[in-house]
């Protein structure tokens, strides 16, 4: 069973940067799985934000990313380091949320890590 952990969160001002990363606690590999990132917000559903293909198939790791985005964030994949990341840009109050790693087409989540921006 995959586990995952996220990391990066945190508060930031508008206008500013954050990196999140997602990674496995065990010893099975993410870079079998589509991974993709959703965010939420008290009172609301789950977000889409980002999702990136597989490379194990020589794919290409494809990627794509909810409307909202608007080419601000960006998802990657690092295979040997078996590690998501979202590199999230131009942030504004409205990406205040927590942030959730997920494998595509399971059940499995991570643990969600906060994102705040503030001034």
């Known amino acids: 069973q995959v586990q995952l952990v996220e990391s990066g969160g945190g508060l930031v001002q508008p206008g500013g940067s954050l990196r999140l990363s997602c990674s496995s606690s065990g010893p099975t590999s993410l870079n079998n799985y589509p991974m993709s990132w959703y965010r939420q917000t008290p009172g609301k559903s789950r977000e889409f934000v980002a999702a990136i293909a597989t490379t194990i198939f020589n794919t290409g790791g494809e990627t794509n990313y909810g409307d909202f985005v608007k080419g601000r964030f960006t998802i990657s994949r690092d295979d040997a380091k078996n590690m998501v990341s979202l590199q999230m840009t131009s942030l504004v109050p409205e990406d205040t949320a927590v942030y959730y790693c997920?494998?595509?087409?399971?059940?499995?989540w991570g643990q969600g890590t906060q994102v705040t921006v503030s001034s």
């Open positions: 997920h494998v595509q087409g399971t059940g499995i």
